[in-house]
């Protein structure tokens, strides 16, 4: 059974790009969420994607967008990137299982974006 | 989701148990203790939950108390290698079709160190 994967590892953007970051679910699991971490803070809830569409979103603003393909892979993109934007960038794999509750998260290692 | 009170850090000898408190008073009914943790610069991983009962796995003990406004992570044996921040998420396993979606909320977590 493989875990999530993320890539790239490390990017390095300037401000006003756009960034495209990927995501690779655990095996057998069917929903994706995003995650930014800012440097000695807590991970931030960014949004969540089940059957291919977004469901539920944290406070990030509209240039915050992805996608989930069909075989449950995702990409996070960022439009006209802020200096703030630089983070890790984390993705968490779960599972719908019965009853369609939503299972524990596993999270990749991340992908740490530098905006200068 | 309830929010969780955690010490910002604890030292722990290398080989001890490591215990580590987390005060969730305003806890619901259908509301579970998750811990994860995060190892400097990687993904969080998870640890354990649990609803009421004590739970135990290969990595943690986790013991809630009987009125669920706190819990103990217990590291029975800790090595260098448990060092790092430590975090207790509450929260409502949610279904998939909820408009919440499926995030946890992180707090600041408590720092682990373990020494020799």
């Known amino acids: 059974e493989t875990g999530v994967t993320q890539s790239p590892t490390h990017l390095i953007k300037t401000r006003g790009q756009q960034v495209t970051l990927r995501c690779s679910s655990q095996s057998g699991h069917n929903t994706v969420s995003w995650y930014q971490q800012a440097l000695g803070q807590g991970p931030q809830f960014i949004f969540q994607y089940y059957r291919e569409e977004e469901n539920g979103r944290g406070n990030f603003p509209p240039r915050f967008s992805g996608l989930q393909f069909p075989n449950y892979s995702s990409e996070l993109n960022v439009n006209a990137l802020e200096l703030d934007d630089s983070a890790l960038y984390l993705c968490?794999?779960?599972?719908?299982?019965?009853?369609?509750?939503?299972?524990?998260?596993?999270f990749g290692p991340g992908t740490r974006l530098l905006v200068l | 989701d309830a929010k969780t009170t955690q010490p910002p850090s604890m030292d722990c000898a290398e080989g001890r148990a490591a215990n580590l408190p987390c005060n969730h008073s305003t806890i619901s009914g259908n509301e579970y203790v998750y811990w994860y943790r995060q190892i400097h610069s990687q993904g969080p991983q998870y640890i354990i939950h649990g609803l009421k009962n004590n739970e135990t796995n290969e990595m943690a003990s986790l013991i809630i108390t009987e009125d669920r406004k706190s819990s103990t992570l217990i590291l029975p044996h800790a090595t260098l290698r448990d060092t790092a921040v430590y975090y207790c998420?509450?929260?409502?396993?949610?279904?998939?079709?909820?408009?919440?979606?499926?995030?946890?909320?992180f707090g600041t977590g408590t720092q682990l160190k373990v020494e020799l």
């Open positions: 998420i509450v929260r409502v396993p949610p279904r998939s079709a909820a408009g919440g979606g499926n995030k946890l909320t």
């Open positions: 968490a794999s779960s599972r719908a299982g019965l009853a369609g509750i939503q299972e524990t998260q596993y």
